[in-house]
């Protein structure tokens, strides 16, 4: 199983947000490229960014991202976060990233999603499905979907993406360990295209996605706040 980081951006800092709410916000940097230069040189599979300004319609970090693109690598790097207009979508890819990570699209237009995918290919292209009792949000984790999880699930299989990144808005940022109940609930044959993230704090919790078969996880406060070494994140990730 794969272990990514994420960088989550604010007005030019590495953040988090508890359950996704600006006035629960931890700051931990305000030199993100400096971050993932250090991501860089651990035994991590991937460095995940999002721009929580753009996913929340009120900036950008484009510069600061492009910027953690040069000091990431040779790291795998996806970014999401305010992806609504293929325009934005291509010039980010076109800027070198692995993966782009979709949401809001899946739901308001997915034949943009069919575009991209047509032309870039299934490898560039992360699907989130961002849950909250049950249900799909989108906009930031601003607007429920309607959406049933299950019904997501089957929505991006339609779309023929290959990689999902499924979080728990109510354990994201908390520490209190994977929504379980969830990720035990999808079915094995899916588990190994999945991201699992939300609220992971130990390597005992990575070892338990992975043996329940998932393609990797996401840590962040875990990371940050070196709740242990990542290097046992890492360790725990590979017993499967």
């Given at each position: 199983m794969e272990i990514w980081v994420s960088i989550d951006l604010l007005e030019g800092r590495v953040v988090r947000l508890v359950k996704g709410e600006l006035g629960n916000m931890l700051v931990y940097?305000?030199?993100?490229?400096?971050?993932?230069?250090?991501?860089?040189?651990?035994d991590i599979d991937g460095v995940h960014v999002v721009d929580i300004d753009a996913a929340l319609n009120r900036g950008s970090n484009e510069q600061t991202i492009k910027e953690i693109i040069k000091s990431a690598r040779p790291k795998m790097l996806q970014v999401g976060g305010g992806f609504r207009n293929i325009e934005k979508i291509k010039r980010v890819l076109d800027w070198g990233v692995d993966r782009v990570v979709i949401g809001t699209l899946l739901f308001k237009a997915p034949e943009v999603v069919r575009e991209i995918l047509d032309t870039y290919g299934r490898e560039r292209v992360t699907g989130a499905l961002?849950?909250?009792?049950?249900?799909?949000?989108?906009?930031?984790?601003?607007?429920?979907?309607?959406?049933?999880?299950?019904?997501?699930?089957?929505?991006?299989?339609?779309?023929?993406?290959?990689?999902?990144?499924?979080?728990?808005?109510?354990?994201?940022?908390?520490?209190?360990?994977?929504?379980?109940?969830?990720?035990?609930?999808?079915?094995?044959?899916?588990?190994?295209?999945?991201?699992?993230?939300?609220?992971?704090?130990?390597?005992?919790?990575?070892?338990?996605?992975?043996?329940?078969?998932?393609k990797g996880v996401i840590l962040g406060r875990a990371y940050y706040e070196k709740l242990a070494p990542l290097k046992e994140y890492v360790k725990a990730a590979k017993v499967a």
């Amino acid at each position: 199983m794969e272990i990514w980081v994420s960088i989550d951006l604010l007005e030019g800092r590495v953040v988090r947000l508890v359950k996704g709410e600006l006035g629960n916000m931890l700051v931990y940097s305000s030199n993100p490229a400096y971050v993932a230069s250090q991501l860089a040189s651990t035994d991590i599979d991937g460095v995940h960014v999002v721009d929580i300004d753009a996913a929340l319609n009120r900036g950008s970090n484009e510069q600061t991202i492009k910027e953690i693109i040069k000091s990431a690598r040779p790291k795998m790097l996806q970014v999401g976060g305010g992806f609504r207009n293929i325009e934005k979508i291509k010039r980010v890819l076109d800027w070198g990233v692995d993966r782009v990570v979709i949401g809001t699209l899946l739901f308001k237009a997915p034949e943009v999603v069919r575009e991209i995918l047509d032309t870039y290919g299934r490898e560039r292209v992360t699907g989130a499905l961002d849950f909250d009792a049950g249900e799909i949000v989108y906009e930031g984790w601003t607007m429920k979907s309607l959406t049933k999880l299950e019904d997501g699930l089957r929505l991006v299989e339609n779309l023929s993406l290959r990689y999902i990144l499924m979080t728990s808005v109510k354990r994201d940022g908390t520490l209190e360990g994977p929504d379980l109940s969830v990720f035990e609930s999808i079915p094995e044959q899916r588990r190994g295209d999945i991201y699992a993230s939300g609220g992971i704090a130990t390597p005992l919790e990575v070892r338990r996605l992975a043996r329940l078969g998932y393609k990797g996880v996401i840590l962040g406060r875990a990371y940050y706040e070196k709740l242990a070494p990542l290097k046992e994140y890492v360790k725990a990730a590979k017993v499967a």
